[in-house]
C-alpha cells in the first residue's frame, strides 16, 4: 500500500468516528385524559379502559369492572377475542369493581371489552370563611343580644295552656322483693303547674295520696294504710322580667343554696341585668322521708353579685 492511499484510508476512518451517532426516537406522549366542560367541580374522573372476563360458568360471565369504573346494570357490553368481534354480554349485578353479565354468545376468559369514559360529579365547594372582621361584628352583635333569665320550675315539657297547668293522675303499682311481698298500692295524684289566681300570683302543688292494699309483715314504713306525701303546696309572684318575687307555703326556695323543701316564705330581688341577686327566707323544715311537717326551723339571707370585665 502506498503511502498516499494510507493516508486516505486514515482520513476516512476518522471522519466515520467523528460521525455524531443517531438520536433515539422520542415516543408520542400519551394523549391527556378529556375533562369534561361543563360547569362546576368535579370530584372524579373516570378514564377510559379496557376490561375482561375473568371466569364463565353455564349462564353467566364475570368482568373485572364494576360500578366504580362505569359499568353501569342494563348496560350490554361488547367483546372482543384477538381483534374480531366475540359477542355482547348483558350486565344484570355489579359491585365496585366487578360485575356479572348474560352473554349472548360463548365468551372465555380474557374476552376483552372497552369501557366509556365518564364524569363523576362531586360536592359542591365549601365556602370561604368570612373574614376576621366580619367574624368579630357577628361575635359582638351575639354578645350584645339580651338573653331573658328564667326561674326553672322543675318543668321541661313544651305544651302550653290548661293541659300543662293541671295534671291528675291515678294508677296501681305491684312489686315483690326477695325475702318478702307483695306489694300492692293505688294511688291518686295532683299537679299544678303555675295556675294564675290574681294578677300574676300563682298557685303551685304537688301532692298524692297513696293507699296501701297489702304489705309484707314487719314493714314499718309508712305507719298507717293510707300515706299522704305534699311535695309542694306553694302561692308565689315571680314573674319574668320584675325585680321582685315573693312565695309562701310549702315551697322550693330559689337561689337559697342548701334547701329543699320549706314551710315557711321567701323573697327575693334580682336586678335586671343580673348582675345581683339578695333575698332571705324563714320557716320549718319538714320530715326528710315521710315530708310530714315537724319542729325544725330554719332561716337566713343569701346574695349573689356577678362582675364581668372586658376581654382580657
Not at 368535579?42 to 368482568?63: D, I, M
Not at 314551710?263 to 323544715?285: C, F, I
Amino acid at each position: 500500500m502506498t503511502r498516499a492511499s494510507f493516508v486516505v484510508l486514515l482520513v476516512a476512518a476518522s471522519a466515520a468516528l467523528a460521525k455524531p451517532a443517531p438520536k433515539p426516537r422520542a415516543r408520542p406522549a400519551a394523549p391527556a385524559p378529556a375533562v369534561s366542560a361543563a360547569k362546576g367541580p368535579v370530584a372524579q374522573v373516570r378514564l377510559s379502559g379496557a376490561g375482561q372476563v375473568t371466569f364463565v360458568t353455564a349462564t353467566q360471565a364475570v368482568v373485572d369492572r364494576g360500578q366504580l369504573d362505569g359499568v353501569d346494570v342494563g348496560e350490554v357490553l361488547t367483546f372482543k377475542r384477538r381483534g374480531a368481534p366475540a359477542g355482547t354480554c348483558k350486565v344484570v349485578q355489579r359491585s365496585a369493581h366487578n360485575a356479572s353479565c348474560t352473554p349472548t354468545g360463548v365468551l372465555r376468559p380474557g374476552d376483552r371489552f372497552g369501557v366509556d369514559e365518564k364524569l363523576a360529579a362531586g360536592p359542591a365547594p365549601i365556602p370561604a370563611l368570612p373574614s376576621p372582621t366580619e367574624l368579630r361584628l357577628r361575635l359582638d352583635a351575639v354578645e350584645r343580644a339580651a338573653i331573658p333569665l328564667h326561674d326553672f320550675e322543675g318543668e321541661g315539657e313544651l305544651s302550653v295552656g290548661a293541659a300543662s297547668q293541671v295534671r291528675v293522675s291515678l294508677r296501681h303499682d305491684s312489686w315483690m322483693r326477695q325475702g318478702g311481698g307483695p306489694f300492692h298500692r293505688e294511688s291518686l295524684g295532683v299537679r299544678l303547674n303555675g295556675v294564675e289566681l290574681y294578677k300574676g300570683i300563682r298557685l303551685w302543688a304537688d301532692a298524692q295520696v297513696a293507699l296501701w292494699g297489702n304489705r309484707p309483715t314487719g314493714y314499718r314504713y309508712p305507719v298507717g294504710v293510707v300515706q299522704p306525701i305534699v311535695r309542694r303546696l306553694e302561692v308565689s309572684w315571680r314573674e319574668p322580667g320584675e325585680a321582685w318575687s315573693v312565695a309562701l307555703g310549702r315551697t322550693w326556695p330559689v337561689a337559697a343554696p342548701g334547701l329543699t323543701v320549706l314551710d315557711g316564705a321567701q323573697a327575693s330581688y334580682r336586678a335586671r341585668d343580673g348582675s345581683l341577686e339578695a333575698g332571705a327566707y324563714g320557716g320549718a323544715l319538714p320530715d326528710d322521708i315521710t315530708l310530714v311537717p315537724s319542729r325544725r326551723w330554719t332561716g337566713g339571707a343569701f346574695a349573689a353579685l356577678r362582675v364581668a370585665g372586658d376581654e382580657g
